[in-house]
């Protein structure tokens, strides 16, 4: 065979290794799977404010979601758990009575593991 027979058929395997493994191996894909915040809002009432917004878990299990609040100072923690694909809406009413400086800020993390998810600080006035 000449040299020019040989490395054609040589192509032609590599070529045919390259297209089964595009047919045959699994296709990563799909949309990350990470936590999100959507919806944040701050809303002014008569008797105060309003925080409000949803934790999402895109992931395929449970997750363990935990929220750290401080208004001026004053710290408050939940934790939620919230299903696979589930959401989870935080609502928090903070009267004009709790405020002094007007610093509202909240971390949000996922199952209690730095970093965090969310991290936000609002001043009222």
């Known amino acids: ?65 935990t929220v750290n609040l401080s208004v001026d100072g004053k710290q408050s923690t939940i934790t939620v758990s919230i299903r696979a694909r589930g959401v989870f809406t935080y609502i928090r009413h903070i009267y004009k009575d709790q405020v002094t400086k007007g610093e509202v800020s909240f971390t949000i993390y996922k199952g209690g593991e730095a970093p965090y998810v969310k991290k936000a600080t609002y001043y009222l006035q």
């Not at 809002?41 to 979601?65: A, C, H, M, P």
Request: charged fraction near 20%; hydrophobic fraction near 45%; proline fraction near 3%.
């Open 1 to 65: 065979m000449s040299k020019s027979k040989v490395l054609l058929a040589l192509s032609l395997v590599i070529l045919g290794v390259l297209l089964a493994g595009i047919f045959l191996l699994p296709i990563a894909g799909g949309e990350p799977k990470y936590s999100v915040v959507q919806r944040e809002s701050l809303l002014q009432t008569r008797n105060g404010w309003i925080i409000q917004f949803d934790i999402v878990n895109q992931e395929d299990q449970d997750k363990d979601y």
